[in-house]
């Protein structure tokens, strides 16, 4: 992936709607589940931050399919992963699917984070399943960026939703919090952002005294984040534009290509004018400062 290129998709992007197979499923927490989906067809790839639509039923009038994140792709077997949360009829219909079962898959959508080819000291903000393009990015800087120091922060109501068995198995080591206190830190994920974003920036405070560079970041070089609006409208405020910061944005995206209008997101150009995006077409990844969180 060119982590400088463009943030939204090109015009021309092709889309596929092909078919395919649930090849494994299993729960890696309470109603939370990773599917494995084998698509032979597709044989392009997907960079950190994209996502696939599915369609999520087999009766003739549930015709709108629903958004995942990528999880993880596996391009030499042509197979994709993705976490889900049993919510609604959608998702436990999808639950109770077995091996062989053929879904209607449409894919590649949205674009990808851009990391700067710079960046030494980076933050990954995620909450909910918010964590499936976090883990997804984490595990392409680990492969691409060795030299970056990577902080993970996840936070969940409890223990539950932290998902943690992904964290074993994909090897990251990560900060948590949850809201009832029932593992890591008692409080909200953007507490532990706003403690180390406060601690990193003290620590290069000295160094950037003697330095005639002011343009050179604080903190973080760069900060990424994936949950609920309010986490992210915090994290948001504690970054106040020090360093590079984007977002991936969560909504019912019907179409998946901007084309049905569902997934309007209010956005602040650089002229501060107010302008209207949609989020799986311009999305779901945004400059974190251009986003105008509606609570």
């Given at each position: 992936?060119?982590?400088?290129?463009?943030?939204?998709p090109?015009?021309?992007?092709?889309?596929f709607?092909?078919?395919?197979?649930?090849?494994?499923q299993?729960?890696?927490?309470?109603?939370?589940?990773?599917?494995?989906l084998s698509?032979?067809?597709?044989?392009?790839d997907?960079?950190p931050?994209q996502?696939?639509?599915?369609k999520?039923?087999?009766t003739?009038?549930?015709?709108?399919?629903?958004p995942?994140?990528?999880?993880?792709?596996?391009?030499?077997?042509?197979t994709?992963?993705?976490?889900y949360?049993?919510?609604?009829?959608?998702?436990?219909?999808?639950?109770e699917q077995?091996?062989?079962?053929?879904?209607?898959?449409?894919?590649?959508l949205?674009?990808?984070?851009?990391v700067p080819n710079?960046?030494?000291?980076?933050?990954?903000?995620?909450?909910?399943v918010?964590?499936?393009?976090m883990?997804?990015l984490a595990?392409?800087?680990?492969?691409?960026?060795?030299?970056?120091?990577?902080?993970?922060?996840?936070?969940?109501?409890?223990?539950?939703?932290?998902c943690?068995?992904?964290f074993?198995e994909?090897?990251?080591?990560?900060?948590?919090?949850t809201?009832?206190?029932?593992?890591?830190?008692?409080?909200?994920?953007?507490?532990?952002?706003?403690?180390?974003?406060?601690?990193?920036?003290a620590?290069?405070s000295d160094?950037?005294a003697?330095?005639?560079?002011?343009?050179q970041?604080?903190?973080?070089d760069?900060?990424?984040?994936?949950?609920?609006?309010?986490?992210?409208a915090?994290?948001?405020?504690?970054?106040?534009?020090?360093?590079k910061a984007?977002?991936?944005?969560?909504e019912?995206?019907a179409?998946?290509?901007?084309a049905?209008?569902?997934?309007?997101?209010?956005?602040?150009?650089?002229?501060?004018?107010?302008?209207?995006?949609t989020?799986?077409?311009?999305g779901?990844v945004?400059?974190?400062?251009?986003?105008?969180?509606?609570q």
């Amino acid at each position: 992936m060119n982590t400088e290129a463009q943030a939204a998709p090109p015009k021309n992007r092709r889309y596929f709607h092909l078919d395919c197979a649930i090849i494994g499923q299993r729960e890696i927490a309470q109603e939370h589940f990773v599917i494995r989906l084998s698509c032979p067809e597709y044989d392009g790839d997907f960079s950190p931050g994209q996502f696939v639509n599915l369609k999520c039923d087999d009766t003739p009038y549930g015709r709108l399919y629903r958004p995942f994140s990528i999880l993880r792709y596996h391009k030499h077997s042509r197979t994709i992963e993705i976490l889900y949360k049993v919510v609604g009829s959608g998702t436990m219909w999808l639950k109770e699917q077995p091996e062989g079962t053929v879904l209607k898959i449409l894919l590649p959508l949205g674009n990808a984070f851009t990391v700067p080819n710079g960046a030494r000291r980076v933050a990954l903000v995620a909450g909910g399943v918010g964590i499936a393009p976090m883990i997804f990015l984490a595990e392409h800087l680990r492969n691409t960026r060795p030299q970056a120091d990577v902080l993970f922060l996840m936070g969940a109501r409890a223990k539950d939703g932290l998902c943690i068995p992904l964290f074993e198995e994909a090897r990251i080591d990560a900060e948590y919090a949850t809201e009832d206190g029932s593992f890591g830190h008692n409080g909200l994920v953007t507490d532990l952002l706003r403690q180390r974003f406060t601690a990193s920036s003290a620590e290069q405070s000295d160094a950037q005294a003697e330095s005639s560079d002011s343009a050179q970041s604080q903190g973080f070089d760069y900060i990424a984040c994936c949950g609920p609006t309010a986490m992210m409208a915090e994290v948001q405020h504690i970054v106040e534009g020090r360093c590079k910061a984007e977002a991936s944005l969560e909504e019912r995206m019907a179409c998946g290509i901007g084309a049905c209008f569902g997934c309007v997101q209010t956005i602040r150009e650089d002229d501060g004018t107010i302008a209207r995006a949609t989020t799986c077409r311009d999305g779901p990844v945004f400059p974190l400062d251009k986003v105008v969180f509606e609570q």
